[in-house]
């Protein structure tokens, strides 16, 4: 499968300041990519290099399979975490243009912009003018301008912010909905659950280097200390599988006790899933512990981690 948007080796330097050092990762088609990393670390640059807003010093950057080149540009749309409206315009014109610059004509332009206008709950601020939106409206706004050309790859920003709880979920069942027609999404964000909700595949850069790469599982599997949580019916049969259990929570009249079982080294969770039923444990509850998104990426910023990758066919997935 042909990358939509791919890295190799990518270098940028402004003056003595490295903003990437030798950066490679690729955007599959359909998926919804996690572009991660604290403020400063280099995601923007990474992102404007992919745009052609800038260059690299080194490096090469395939989009669609081919060198980034105007007909593939267009099949792209960025929404900025700074804001790209017009302020002395009314909404509906901005969108407007914004769509004639991606090819429509006049009326198909404005069809689209007031359909998407009421996709985003913002139809009835059409005649408005921008500056009289709040900061949410606008960024409902900017968001229909990203999406309304149906692009192939959409570069989303920081789209979450100054939403409320509500436009929050609006914007995620737009992600939702490019992934099931087969679009590519790149998310760049800081709030972690939502890109354990949503993303495919995720990247951490941090100091110009990507520092974590691969599936959002594998990658979750692999920061993961060796723990399985279970309640199971009667006392725990003695297994080699486990090497200490920790009781997380009392169990009661109601409830099953909660049981960490910590893994022997080399053990699996499906080895000890395996050794219960063949002990004959009933078995209530049984769950992975898996590090969170935020735990993996405070300790990758933070220097305590090594690069983790997913194998490379499942990257390649």
């Not at 060198?67 to 969108?95: I, N, Q, T, W």
Request: charged fraction near 30%.
């Amino acid at each position: 499968m042909t990358a939509v948007l791919a890295y190799h080796g990518v270098r940028k330097s402004y003056g003595r300041t490295v903003a990437l050092r030798d950066v490679s990762l690729e955007v599959q088609p359909g998926e919804v990519f996690g572009l991660l990393g604290p403020n400063g670390a280099g995601k923007t640059t990474l992102i404007r290099i992919g745009l052609d807003i800038l260059r690299p010093d080194a490096g090469e950057v395939r989009l669609f399979g081919a060198p980034l080149h105007r007909d593939g540009l267009d099949r792209v749309s960025y929404l900025p975490e700074e804001r790209g409206l017009y302020k002395k315009v009314k909404v509906l014109d901005a969108l407007t243009y914004f769509a004639r610059l991606k090819g429509l004509g006049r009326k198909d332009a404005r069809r689209a912009s007031e359909r998407w206008l009421d996709k985003v709950g913002m139809g009835h601020v059409a005649k408005r003018n921008v500056e009289t939106l709040s900061k949410g409206m606008s960024q409902k706004v900017q968001i229909a301008g990203a999406l309304l050309s149906e692009p192939e790859l959409c570069v989303l920003d920081e789209p979450f912010s100054g939403l409320d709880p509500v436009g929050v979920d609006m914007v995620k069942q737009l992600i939702r909905e490019r992934r099931a027609s087969g679009r590519a999404t790149i998310l760049s964000t800081h709030m972690m659950n939502q890109v354990e909700q949503l993303c495919d595949r995720v990247a951490v850069i941090h100091a110009g280097e990507r520092v974590v790469y691969g599936t959002l599982r594998e990658v979750r599997r692999s920061s993961s200390a060796p723990v399985v949580r279970v309640r199971v019916e009667g006392d725990l049969p003695e297994l080699p599988q486990v090497a200490r259990v920790v009781e997380e929570e009392p169990g009661n009249d109601r409830e099953l006790p909660l049981l960490a079982l910590h893994l022997a080294a080399g053990g699996t969770p499906a080895e000890l899933l395996d050794a219960l039923v063949g002990a004959r444990a009933r078995v209530h509850h049984f769950e992975e512990v898996l590090a969170t998104m935020e735990e993996i990426f405070l300790r990758a910023v933070r220097g305590t981690g090594h690069e983790v990758s997913a194998p490379a066919e499942e990257a390649a997935e």
